[in-house]
């Protein structure tokens, strides 16, 4: 049963965002969603993109695996003309679970056949694919890597729930902080990384500055010493670094970047009623990009607007806005119904962060013009998210319309929003969390679950979310 969601036509989206005194536009007109767009020297045929979502689904080593390859013919064969392939880590201690792919000479040709297969399969669901854009989002995991806590910084809110697992104890502030030379060390790793990207068959490569991971936590960075803390040029170094030398030795790929413009703080579950709560924290805040040091809840948006009109400036072609982490403020990640399992409920409305989402990323896209925006935040829209980005695109707040969760209940929505007019309500994502329980799931023989949508892929996931559902059950006993 929806908590919030209980409308039944685009406007009533609009008439309820009202009441909380939001302008969230919605059109009947779709037709703005299949225009085309240029990215660098490529035209891309529609407005669709789809986020990197991760499956969960490689192998211990890192290469794509039955479900992997699964997930990219679906995407391929859906329609969405940007796809934005999912977090591929660029060494293997920056991995963030042990299922996370990983670009390697090892790995290269199951990632080169997994793009050529999402690449088969949209032409022949589509018909042609010059106009398709396909790339993956390098990584490296940060404070969130398996094995072992990479931090770029301390955080006197993130470090008491940061676990290490190689101890089983939450970091403090005597746990160590990556070197200069590391940070020069994993430069030279991404370069390593991009020209393997160009290779495999990548048109494109994020390099993923988001969700608190190590070059989004860098951002943050204002009481690190050295060479990369402290002021912005300095925390802004290992991107710029990156950036030139993959622009300049890499010239090929088109370079992309999803980065986070507002991390507010982390919440926890409020004991009485599971609503979330932000945590303890003293004013003013040290560490958050683009959030007010006096009021969390609060964008301060001129360092990211700065960032983004760097990131034009040193060859940046293609820019995805996003903000929070998964982990420890889902709610601004993701506005969703239901939490996972292991989280609170939300203490906004969905539209609260949706407007959020939308005002930030049209800030970003008004400050860099012509270098197109990919929005975020349309999920939890359901039916009703084609609407509102087509009347976001029209009106310029961005140029692309990024579906993440969606996406895997309904890999074709945009075909079928194409020859239909609308989606099909029997695989709509009603956003209760499913896909996030499988991925928190991880007490298995390889440490981590696929992740997938057992309500609406229950052949393929159903069975997996019974089987965590009764080791969760036997683990109660």
């Given at each position: 049963?929806a908590?919030?969601?209980?409308?039944?036509?685009?406007?009533d989206?609009?008439?309820?965002?009202?009441?909380?005194?939001?302008?969230?536009?919605?059109?009947?007109?779709?037709?703005?969603l299949?225009?085309?767009?240029?990215?660098?020297?490529?035209?891309?045929?529609?407005?669709?993109?789809?986020?990197?979502?991760?499956?969960?689904?490689?192998?211990?080593?890192?290469?794509?695996?039955?479900?992997?390859?699964?997930?990219?013919?679906?995407?391929?064969?859906?329609?969405?003309?940007?796809i934005?392939?999912?977090?591929?880590?660029?060494?293997?201690?920056?991995?963030?679970?042990?299922?996370?792919?990983?670009?390697?000479?090892?790995?290269?040709?199951?990632?080169?056949?997994?793009?050529a297969?999402?690449?088969?399969?949209?032409?022949?669901?589509?018909?042609?694919?010059?106009d398709?854009?396909?790339?993956?989002?390098?990584?490296?995991?940060?404070r969130f890597?398996?094995?072992?806590?990479?931090?770029?910084?301390?955080?006197?809110?993130?470090?008491?729930?940061?676990?290490?697992?190689?101890?089983?104890?939450?970091?403090?502030?005597?746990?160590?902080?990556?070197?200069?030379?590391?940070?020069?060390?994993?430069?030279?790793?991404?370069?390593?990384?991009?020209?393997?990207?160009?290779?495999?068959?990548?048109?494109?490569?994020?390099?993923?500055?988001?969700?608190?991971?190590?070059?989004?936590?860098?951002?943050?960075?204002?009481h690190?010493?050295?060479?990369?803390?402290?002021?912005?040029?300095?925390r802004?170094?290992?991107?710029?670094?990156?950036?030139?030398?993959?622009?300049?030795?890499v010239?090929?790929?088109?370079?992309?970047?999803?980065?986070?413009?507002?991390?507010?703080?982390?919440?926890?579950?409020?004991?009485?009623?599971?609503?979330?709560?932000?945590?303890?924290?003293?004013?003013p805040?040290?560490?958050?990009?683009?959030?007010?040091?006096g009021?969390?809840?609060?964008?301060?948006?001129?360092?990211?607007?700065?960032?983004?009109?760097?990131l034009?400036?040193?060859?940046?072609?293609?820019?995805?806005?996003?903000?929070?982490?998964?982990?420890?403020?889902?709610?601004?990640?993701?506005?969703?119904?239901?939490?996972?399992?292991?989280?609170?409920?939300?203490?906004e409305?969905?539209?609260?962060?949706?407007?959020?989402?939308?005002?930030?990323?049209?800030?970003?896209?008004?400050?860099?013009?012509?270098?197109?925006?990919?929005?975020?935040?349309?999920?939890?829209?359901?039916?009703?998210?084609?609407?509102?980005g087509?009347?976001?695109?029209?009106?310029?707040?961005?140029?692309?319309?990024?579906?993440?969760?969606?996406?895997?209940?309904?890999?074709?929505?945009?075909?079928?929003?194409?020859?239909?007019?609308?989606?099909?309500?029997?695989?709509?994502?009603?956003?209760?969390s499913?896909?996030?329980?499988?991925?928190?799931?991880?007490h298995?023989?390889?440490?981590?679950?696929?992740?997938g949508?057992?309500?609406?892929?229950?052949?393929?996931?159903?069975?997996?979310?019974?089987?965590?559902?009764?080791?969760?059950?036997?683990?109660?006993?």
């Amino acid at each position: 049963m929806a908590r919030f969601f209980k409308y039944k036509t685009p406007s009533d989206v609009t008439a309820d965002a009202a009441t909380l005194g939001y302008d969230i536009p919605a059109t009947e007109d779709l037709t703005p969603l299949f225009q085309p767009v240029a990215v660098g020297d490529r035209t891309v045929g529609n407005r669709f993109a789809i986020h990197p979502m991760e499956g969960c689904d490689g192998t211990l080593e890192g290469h794509p695996d039955e479900l992997t390859y699964r997930r990219y013919l679906r995407f391929g064969a859906g329609g969405a003309k940007l796809i934005w392939g999912e977090a591929t880590a660029i060494a293997d201690d920056g991995r963030m679970n042990a299922r996370q792919l990983l670009i390697n000479d090892a790995n290269a040709a199951g990632l080169e056949k997994m793009l050529a297969d999402c690449r088969a399969a949209h032409r022949e669901s589509v018909g042609d694919d010059a106009d398709l854009l396909l790339g993956l989002q390098l990584t490296h995991s940060g404070r969130f890597s398996f094995r072992k806590p990479k931090i770029a910084c301390h955080d006197p809110i993130l470090d008491p729930i940061t676990l290490d697992k190689s101890t089983g104890k939450f970091i403090d502030a005597s746990y160590p902080v990556l070197t200069d030379d590391d940070l020069k060390r994993i430069e030279d790793q991404y370069l390593a990384a991009a020209r393997l990207a160009a290779k495999v068959g990548c048109d494109f490569i994020d390099l993923k500055q988001c969700h608190r991971y190590l070059l989004s936590e860098l951002l943050g960075a204002k009481h690190r010493p050295g060479e990369y803390g402290g002021s912005f040029e300095n925390r802004t170094r290992l991107i710029r670094n990156i950036t030139q030398r993959i622009t300049a030795e890499v010239p090929e790929l088109i370079l992309a970047t999803r980065f986070n413009a507002y991390d507010g703080i982390p919440y926890r579950s409020r004991v009485e009623d599971k609503i979330g709560e932000p945590y303890p924290h003293e004013l003013p805040l040290q560490v958050a990009f683009g959030t007010n040091p006096g009021n969390h809840r609060e964008e301060q948006l001129d360092e990211p607007v700065q960032l983004a009109e760097n990131l034009k400036q040193w060859g940046m072609q293609l820019l995805s806005v996003s903000m929070g982490n998964p982990y420890a403020n889902p709610h601004i990640v993701r506005p969703a119904e239901f939490p996972p399992v292991d989280g609170y409920h939300s203490p906004e409305h969905p539209l609260d962060g949706i407007a959020r989402h939308f005002r930030i990323s049209r800030q970003i896209q008004q400050a860099v013009g012509e270098v197109p925006v990919v929005g975020s935040g349309y999920s939890w829209l359901q039916d009703f998210a084609p609407h509102v980005g087509a009347a976001n695109v029209a009106n310029g707040s961005i140029a692309f319309v990024g579906f993440g969760r969606a996406t895997l209940s309904h890999p074709d929505f945009v075909k079928t929003l194409q020859e239909t007019g609308s989606l099909n309500r029997k695989k709509v994502c009603r956003t209760f969390s499913y896909c996030t329980n499988l991925m928190r799931a991880k007490h298995n023989e390889l440490g981590q679950y696929a992740t997938g949508c057992p309500p609406f892929d229950k052949e393929v996931y159903g069975p997996l979310w019974d089987e965590v559902k009764q080791s969760a059950e036997s683990q109660d006993d």
